[in-house]
């Protein structure tokens, strides 16, 4: 699915510390849908696909039209420092936290990350 490719593309992230936002943003070609605007924040899950996918399922629990995680994840919220600016010239503040993720699934697939998480404690 087209979508999910770009879900991929645009919200996971493996492996990616907080100064890299804009670097990893640039690199993916994350900017406003069609413009070339800087998009205001881009949050990225610190985790491999077939470990999010399963959110869509399982792993996940009804949240109005979406299906949030059971399980947190780490994050890395990037966060547009230059409002207004486009490619190139996007730059981020990077911040991280731990939390339970809401992405809207279509056919089993995640194709859209909801940028109303919910923050759990640390400690949690």
Known sequence: IARYKKF???HINGK???????AVISMRGISKPDSNECKETNTFIL???KQ????????GEPYGQMRKSLQPFHVVVCTLKNQGARHPRCQY???SRTTRIAIRCEQGFP???DSDIVVINEGY
Not at 16 to 22: A, H, L, P, T
Not at 52 to 59: D, E, L, Q, S, W
């Open 16 to 22: 990616m510390s907080i100064k890299q936002c804009d």
């Open 47 to 49: 985790a491999r696909p």
């Open 8 to 10: 991929i593309n645009q």
């Open 93 to 95: 503040n990077g911040s």
């Open 111 to 113: 194709v859209h990350f």
């Open 52 to 59: 999010v996918k399963p959110v869509c399922g399982r792993a």
